[in-house]
């Protein structure tokens, strides 16, 4: 397919989505955005600008937003799915029907689906039907959505089973302030930005407990390996977890101000309550929902994640920080090379 004349669709007008959306339109295509709420789109139907979740950034002019999702991805050549994780399957059975036969799908929505324990693209090729196999990609790394809306110089990696879509997706993608990588581990790629939202929420609650910058680096490291070893039990490659959608997207949301799954942390590690924390937010943290997915898959695969699991344990069984902390301090001894890959 030609690049230079791709037609467009990004399904989520969230912050991620509105800002993907916005640095293809300013590349010349004409985008078509699927917006779930209405005052969205009228937002950026009348000025340019999505005040709900992007505000104060005017937006490309070449971006056409709809809340007609089938209109959306229709003839489309690539379909960007930037949708919260836990909606992704209902999302993509909504537009199932109206795809071209020849489009590309990129996931740019990072989480692990809860009864499932499947990826994103585990999820389209559950609904879609086979065809679209070999035409589904990944779009991940540290990247602030208002920070591309900005024309942040910012690094991120396109992968995909088949380099041949891995490259068109980079192609399409890159800017002079966007440069995009390939790679063809999808699944690493997608582990990597789901597990790294549940050790920002540690992270943020060390930073709520103000236990300092060596504790955080600690676990930071700790979660990297965490990471790593569930990536390498279910067939990703390892070398991925160093990458910028391993290392470099776990530093971002983990050290962040911009980082919801950071700020929930945070705001636990200060005493609040999780559910009075979600009733203030806007924007899905999907580190939340995620932290089920990790512990139990983890379970499932008999990979050891202490940190995920006092998480979990933190926002769910009411396990407080400070004993979240004892335990993890005072585990069994071992080596530090133990279970590395």
Request: charged fraction near 20%; proline fraction near 3%.
């Amino acid at each position: 397919m030609d690049v230079a004349s791709a037609r467009i669709g990004v399904v989520g007008a969230g912050s991620w989505g509105t800002a993907l959306a916005s640095l293809l339109g300013m590349k010349g295509y004409r985008v078509a955005l699927w917006a779930y709420e209405k005052e969205v789109r009228d937002s950026i139907a009348d000025f340019h600008e999505n005040k709900l979740f992007l505000p104060g950034i005017t937006l490309s002019e070449n971006i056409f937003p709809s809340n007609d999702i089938a209109g959306v991805v229709s003839n489309k050549d690539l379909v960007v799915l930037v949708v919260p994780s836990h909606v992704m399957r209902e999302t993509a059975s909504m537009f199932a029907a109206a795809l071209s036969d020849q489009a590309i799908l990129v996931s740019a929505s990072k989480g692990i689906e809860n009864k499932t324990h499947l990826t994103m693209t585990g999820v389209l090729e559950d609904v879609l039907p086979e065809s679209f196999k070999n035409r589904l990609a990944v779009l991940s790394g540290p990247s602030f959505g208002r920070e591309v809306a900005k024309k942040v110089p910012t690094v991120v990696t396109a992968a995909s089973s088949d380099p041949s879509v891995a490259l068109y997706v980079q192609n399409v993608f890159v800017t002079p302030f966007f440069r995009v990588y390939t790679n063809d581990d999808m699944m690493g790629v997608e582990l990597g930005g789901a597990v790294k939202n549940v050790i920002a929420i540690a992270s943020g609650i060390i930073d709520g407990m103000n236990l300092g910058l060596n504790t955080r680096a600690a676990l930071i490291t700790r979660g990297l390996t965490e990471m790593r070893r569930l990536g390498v039990r279910l067939g990703a490659n390892p070398h991925t977890f160093s990458g910028l959608a391993g290392m470099g997207d776990l530093i971002l949301t983990c050290t962040g101000t911009l980082s919801r799954n950071h700020s929930v942390g945070k705001l636990i590690g200060e005493g609040r309550k999780l559910d009075d924390i979600l009733s203030e937010m806007k924007m899905v943290a999907e580190g939340v929902r995620t932290a089920k997915s990790v512990r139990n898959l983890s379970i499932r695969v008999g990979v050891d994640m202490p940190i995920s699991h006092a998480v979990y344990e933190v926002l769910y069984e009411n396990l407080s920080p400070q004993e979240a902390v004892y335990r993890l301090m005072t585990r069994d001894l071992k080596d530090e090379m133990e279970d590395v890959h």
